[in-house]
C-alpha cells in the first residue's frame, strides 16, 4: 500500500498527486519494457502533459477544435490507442499513473501514427481539478477503474459523488460520462451514485445499464472475463445542466 501522507514521484520529476488522504489507487511497482521505455523517453516531451501547463487549452494543444475525449486510467493504452485510431476526428486525452501503461500507449501512439492523443501521468483529481477547463469536454470515459471490492475499501472506489460533480462541470452540457466494470457490486455502487447525481440522465430511458457502446473496444481481459462467464456493465449518463 502507498503511504498516504507520501507524495510519490511518477518518473518524470512531477509529484503524482496534491491531494492529501484516501486515494482510489496504488502505485504498482513495475519496469518498463525496453520499448517502452525508449517510447517514453523520445515521445514524452511531444504528447506529454505535466501540471505545470496549468489549465490548458484543447485548442492550442491538440491544432484544432474537435470533439474531446478523456479517458481516467488508460492502463496499458490498447483501447485508447483503438479509439484514438478509429476516430481520427476527435482528440483523446488520457490519465494513467502507472508508467509502464503510459511507455505503452506511447508506443502504441509511434507505431499506429496517431496525433489525436495527449497524455497525463498524475492524478485524475488533479488533472480535473486544474488542468482543464470548464465545459470543455464532450465524453469522459472510466473503464475497469480498480474496484476495491473490501467494503473498508469501498471509500476509495474513484466513482463518488463529488468526483462526479467535479467532472460534470468539465462536461459541456450535453456531455456524456461512460462508466464500465466487470465487478457487479461497484456497478451497483456506480448506478446509485450517477442517479443520485445532480445534473446528469441516464441515457436509458427506462434508466438502469446500457448496452456497449460500439466506441468502447472489448479488451483481451474482458474477452477473458466474458468466457469464463464474467459481466460486464456499462453505464451511460449525459450532462443536462
Not at 511507455?103 to 485524475?124: F, H, P, Q, S, T
Request: glycine content about 10%.
Amino acid at each position: 500500500m502507498t503511504d498516504p501522507d507520501k507524495t510519490p514521484d511518477n518518473g518524470n520529476g512531477e509529484q503524482i498527486t496534491t491531494r492529501r488522504g484516501v486515494r482510489s489507487f496504488v502505485i504498482r511497482q513495475g519496469r518498463m519494457t525496453e520499448g517502452q521505455k525508449r517510447a517514453y523517453e523520445g515521445l514524452w516531451p511531444k504528447y506529454g502533459l505535466t501540471r505545470e501547463h496549468g489549465v490548458i487549452d484543447p485548442r492550442e494543444i491538440f491544432g484544432r477544435e474537435a470533439w474531446l475525449n478523456l479517458e481516467i486510467g488508460f492502463g496499458m493504452g490498447q483501447s485508447l490507442a483503438d479509439m484514438a485510431e478509429a476516430a481520427p476526428e476527435q482528440d483523446f486525452i488520457g490519465v494513467e499513473v502507472h508508467l509502464p501503461g503510459v511507455g505503452a500507449l506511447l508506443k502504441e501512439v509511434e507505431e499506429r501514427g496517431l496525433e489525436n492523443v495527449r497524455i497525463y501521468a498524475i492524478d485524475a483529481n488533479d488533472v480535473v481539478d486544474l488542468c482543464l477547463p470548464d465545459a470543455s469536454l464532450d465524453r469522459v470515459m472510466v473503464f475497469f477503474p480498480d474496484p476495491w471490492p473490501k467494503k473498508k475499501h469501498h471509500k476509495r472506489r474513484l466513482i463518488q459523488h463529488d468526483f462526479v460533480q467535479r467532472l460534470r462541470h468539465k462536461l459541456r452540457v450535453g456531455g456524456i460520462l461512460h462508466l464500465a466494470t466487470d465487478w457487479e457490486n461497484y456497478a451497483e455502487h456506480m448506478l446509485e451514485v450517477m442517479d443520485g447525481s445532480e445534473g446528469f440522465v441516464n441515457s436509458q430511458d427506462e434508466g438502469g445499464y446500457s448496452p456497449r457502446p460500439e466506441h468502447r473496444p472489448v479488451t483481451k481481459f474482458e474477452k477473458r472475463g466474458e468466457n469464463l462467464g464474467h459481466g460486464v456493465w456499462d453505464l451511460v449518463y449525459r450532462r443536462t445542466n
